[in-house]
């Protein structure tokens, strides 16, 4: 697997580089926003399979560097943070950051989220298209699902699983392959109470106690984004449920 290890702290890059090879990755490495962006641009032959962005860096600000990324690449991005604060990792996962971890990090949580991210990313890659002239612009972050897979409408939201598109009343809203796999779970039984731990199992595979805050993240950024904060209702001490507004 490689990794582009984006950290400006020599000190911090290398103890982690060394980590990470003990750990069968190949890594990548870049000082600053702009060399990780290079690294991302000149590695078709051999492209990374996950990117471990650290926010502080010294030429441009972590949460650009991450939209940049995403425009141009389907990597995906793991946030390294000493911004513990909520309102920032809604901000990064809202770009389109894939998971974050807060510095001070444990290398074992590090680890275990970089495999699911890249577990989870592997599981997603859609077929290689079998069109002649192969490379057209490569539509990031989208799947191949069933195409025949039906529209699923709760309310004044629509999800199309085929294409991966949410529209609340017509308008589209942007969601993250997270956030989308977390919405398409709870719509496909309005109503019905899901589990945390079942949510975490199914949406991020793993059963890894840490996600749990992750979970509450993405339901607060799906919430804001759909702009319909009741739809989502928390059932405390237990999990979540969609919650269909009354029809008429
Ligand atoms: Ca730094």
């Known amino acids: 697997m490689r990794l582009l290890l984006v950290e400006d702290d020599d000190h911090v890059a290398t103890a982690l580089s060394a980590v990470l090879a003990r750990h069968g990755f190949e890594v990548g490495m870049a000082h600053s926003g702009q060399e990780a962006l290079q690294e991302l641009l000149h590695s078709e032959l051999a492209p990374f399979d996950v990117v471990l962005l650290d926010l502080g860096l010294p030429d441009q600000d972590g949460f650009e560097v991450c939209g940049r990324i995403r425009k141009l690449t389907g990597t995906p991005v793991i946030m390294v943070t000493a911004r513990s604060d909520v309102r920032s990792r809604i901000h990064g996962l809202n770009l389109g950051a894939d998971d974050y971890v807060v510095k001070p990090y444990d290398t074992g949580e590090l680890l275990a989220r970089v495999h699911a991210v890249a577990r989870r990313t592997a599981a997603a890659e859609p077929e290689p298209a079998a069109g002649p002239g192969g490379a057209g612009p490569a539509a990031a972050g989208e799947r191949a699902d069933d195409p025949a897979a039906p529209l699923v409408v709760v309310g004044p939201v ?27 779970l709870l719509a496909a ?36 984004k759909l702009g319909l904060p009741a739809l989502i209702e928390t ?13 008429g």
């Open 189 to 224: 039984r309005p109503g019905v109470v899901f589990r945390r731990e079942q949510i975490i199992s199914e949406v991020w595979r793993s059963s890894w106690e840490g996600t749990g805050r992750t979970l509450e993240v993405h339901i607060a950024s799906l919430r804001s």
């Open 158 to 184: 629509t999800l199309e699983p085929h294409s991966r598109r949410v529209s609340v009343g017509g308008a589209e809203v942007q969601l993250t392959r997270k956030e989308f796999d977390l919405l398409a």
């Open 235 to 247: 059932v405390r001490g237990v999990g979540y449920r969609l919650v269909p507004p009354p029809a």
